[in-house]
């Protein structure tokens, strides 16, 4: 059954429908130019869509010339964490002599072996398949928990290569259907630096020539981004929309999982030294020193957050960096304790805190369970002044996320940097699955002795927490 749209947002379909960001079954292509306008083809007459037969037609050859077929799905619109490739492929040769072929998304569109690029995907001879990453490098060297399997002529293969988290993907092949028999399932681990994949991308290994070759078709394409598993539910609908499974009759609602929002309009925060950090004009404003004293603030949410999945957003603008000798530190995050609790009480937190010393200004992530934020924590970026947009993830019981980027659609790294790891894996991390009971947006200085000189200030506003999801995108929620 197609979906099917109705006054006041009612939408009908089947529990067994899928929604792709992205999808192209090639059907919709008048002219081989407008085909190749979409899917270009790098190399000539080697990989092409084919308007004739509402598919792509691919020779994948072993030889010195490269050749390929791009997609590209723009800047920044693949997650760096999370997303989804699926195609049908059908192969009428397959010579495995020495034959490489790579598939997969690229941060850049050239086929060639040699070119350096951001990489994840799997790469096959035609009887062993390896997980393919490439953090900066080229195609050259090993690959990832290598499968044995000899690809036959005349089946259908449904391909699925996902990233997982930021540091780990899967691909498996599989007959019948994507919940068919599996023949290949493969995962690797991958750089959490691997960012800004945007060019869907099958190729040619050109640095030899040989006789292997494979040959064949895709069709059915499909892409889902941020999410591991194909959604059984519309995302581009406005958030109040019902949806109605004819087969189940089970009703859905469509809402936005924003719990609790702050904009700083009013000052709503408990402040130790109200001029050091506290609300006015509009915005929380820090100016973070290091002494034997307590200068943090904190907003009471209200309730504790789930322990297990949350999210956080807010912009923040760096407006000086002050080094010097004794370091300064300005922890920010979510906290079991307020503001009247200074950074060396037993606090559980998730979080980081800026180094400002007189060699580095430094991105540290933290996490405590019952015990002081005065700890070194794990680097992950370096500081700058600047306009920054930040996220933080509590994935589960034992892992976190901080994403700190100057895009602000809070996607990639730019200017920033990503921590994505196990609570209390991190240098000198103290925390645990025990870290619960988070209740207070908690900022604030270090309180150690040493002269104020070192200092970090800036404004923070616009912020959001989402309280029991990692997504900040809208959800579809059963009704009972």
């Known amino acids: 059954m197609a979906l099917t749209y109705h ?49 792509i037609d691919f020779n994948l050859k072993t030889e010195t010339t490269a050749h390929g077929i791009n997609y590209d799905f723009g800047v920044g619109n693949v997650s760096d964490t999370e997303w989804i490739i699926r195609y049908k492929m059908n192969l009428t040769t397959v010579n495995t002599t020495t034959m490489y072929t790579y598939w997969g998304l690229s941060s850049v569109s050239g086929s060639g072996t040699s070119t350096t690029r951001d990489f994840i995907g799997f790469n096959t001879t035609g009887t062993t398949f390896y997980g393919h990453d490439r953090d900066g490098a080229d ?26 988290s930021a540091t780990a993907y899967a691909y498996t092949l599989q007959t019948g259907s994507f919940s068919g028999t599996t023949v290949v399932n493969g995962t690797g681990t991958c750089a959490s630096t691997i960012v800004g994949l945007r060019y869907f991308n099958c190729r040619n290994l050109n640095n ?29 609908v406005q958030v109040g929309s019902r949806y109605e499974e004819t087969d189940t009759r089970k009703m859905y609602y469509y809402n936005d999982p924003l719990t609790f929002e702050n904009d700083f309009s009013s000052d709503n925060m408990l402040d130790q030294n109200s001029s050091r950090i506290g609300i006015s004009s509009g915005v929380l404003n820090f100016d973070a ?69 007189s060699g580095n200004n430094d991105w540290k992530a933290i996490d405590t369970n ?21 996220e933080i993830i509590r994935k589960s019981a034992t892992t976190y996320s901080i994403r700190i980027t100057t895009n602000s659609d809070y996607t990639g790294t730019s200017g920033g940097g990503l921590f994505d790891g196990a609570l209390g894996s991190g240098t000198n991390c103290s925390g645990s699955a025990d870290t619960v009971n988070l209740r207070y947006f908690w900022i604030g200085n270090v309180n150690a002795g040493g002269t104020e000189n070192a200092r970090f200030i800036g404004t923070i506003d616009d912020m959001k927490i989402y309280n029991g999801v990692t997504s900040t995108d809208p959800v579809w929620s059963e009704l009972g």
């Open 7 to 55: 006054a006041g947002r009612r939408i009908q379909g089947l529990s067994t429908d899928t929604f792709p960001t992205f999808e192209d079954d090639f059907t919709s292509y008048a002219t081989q130019g407008a085909a190749d306008a979409v899917w270009v083809e790098d190399g000539t007459g080697k990989v092409a869509v084919n308007i004739t037969d509402n598919d």
């Open 139 to 164: 195609d050259t060297g090993g690959g990832d928990n290598s499968q044995s399997y000899t690809l036959l002529t005349g089946t259908d293969y449904y391909v699925t290569i996902k990233r997982t």
């Open 208 to 236: 030899q020539t040989t006789a292997g070759n494979l040959i064949g078709t895709i069709d059915d394409f499909e892409f889902y981004n941020g999410v591991t598993t194909p959604p059984t539910k519309p995302t581009n």
């Open 289 to 357: 020193r290091r002494g034997s004293f307590n200068h943090a603030s904190s907003w009471d949410i209200g309730s504790t957050l789930n322990d297990t999945k949350w999210s956080m957003r807010f912009k923040m603008v760096i407006s000086t960096l002050t080094q010097q000798n004794d370091t300064c530190r300005c922890y920010i995050g979510m906290s079991s304790l307020p503001s009247s609790s200074d950074s060396n009480a037993t606090h559980d937190f998730i979080g980081f805190h800026a180094k400002i010393s």
């Open 370 to 390: 019952g015990a002081s934020m005065d700890i070194e924590g794990t680097d992950f970026g370096d500081i700058a002044t600047g306009t920054y947009y930040v």
